[in-house]
């Protein structure tokens, strides 16, 4: 599929051939690439496909709270990974939502960094502009949700900070909510047992011991993200969890 000659890449890094397509606002060029990887990847969080082409086709609301990022990573423009992020404006908060590299990608370094460390760091710059834009100096952190005890302990070499909660990913958004067609399904699913973490912002690291910066990465998720209520009984624990 050729790239739109209206949509340019968001970066270009020769030493390992790499270029990353933001496939958002209009960019559909690769989303089909995009969500090969995803499906590859991430098959157990599959419903979340059609709302990956929605955010490509859908022209961008600068006045929105959620500022998304869909990065396609290719590599002598073979698709090797990808990267789904956003900046919360109101919190002024990263989310890392979407990070897989194809396996045998994930040797390929760059000034001494494996490529996944590479990216991230990529995508956290990219967070600093999204700051910049609202008037912010940088973003708290990029806070991420991690299914996986090999992956947390990765992340962590990578700045990554475990926080000591107690904490269930939520298995919709409102955007899943409003697609009729899976609805029932959601209804369904149960809560899923994650750690809680979040990306120290290079230059510009966060007190992992501040309840006012807790709060921040939990109604980040919790209320902006997955919408819930005050009187949801995950936002009443992990209120409560920061008070003990």
């Given amino acids: 599929m050729g790239l739109s000659s209206k949509i340019k890449p968001v970066r270009r890094v020769l030493g390992i051939h790499l270029v990353?397509?933001?496939?958002?606002?209009?960019?559909?060029?690769?989303?089909d690439d995009y969500i090969r990887i995803y499906h590859e990847l991430f098959p157990q969080y599959s419903r979340y496909v059609?709302?990956?082409?929605?955010?490509?086709?859908?022209?961008?609301?600068?006045?929105?709270n959620e500022t998304w990022h869909q990065w396609l990573l290719m590599i002598r423009d073979e698709p090797v990974g990808i990267v789904g992020f956003l900046y919360n404006s109101k919190r002024n908060t990263g989310v890392l939502l979407d990070f897989a590299i194809r396996p045998h990608a994930r040797r390929i370094c760059h000034k001494g960094k494996r490529l996944a460390h590479f990216c991230l760091n990529l995508a956290m710059q990219q967070l600093i502009l999204d700051a910049q834009e609202r008037g912010r100096t940088a973003p708290l952190?990029?806070?991420?949700?991690?299914?996986?005890?090999h992956l947390v302990w990765r992340y962590v070499e990578y700045g990554f900070v475990v926080l000591p909660f107690e904490y269930f990913e939520p298995p919709t958004t409102p955007e899943l909510r409003e697609a009729s067609y899976v609805t029932e399904n959601l209804d369904k699913m149960d809560y899923e047992r994650m750690y809680l973490g979040a990306f120290q912002i290079p230059g510009h690291p966060f007190n992992p011991e501040d309840p006012g910066v807790l709060k921040s990465i939990l109604f980040t998720l919790l209320k902006d993200h997955y919408h819930l209520p005050d009187e949801h009984w995950l936002v009443r624990k992990m209120l409560q969890d920061i008070l003990e």
Avoid at 21 to 31: A, C, E, K, P, Q
Avoid at 141 to 149: K, L, S
């Fill in 20 to 31: 990353v397509h933001d496939l958002i606002g209009g960019n559909v060029s690769y989303i």
């Fill in 50 to 64: 059609p709302i990956m082409r929605q955010r490509a086709e859908t022209p961008t609301d600068r006045s929105a």
């Fill in 141 to 149: 952190c990029m806070i991420a949700e991690v299914e996986y005890d």
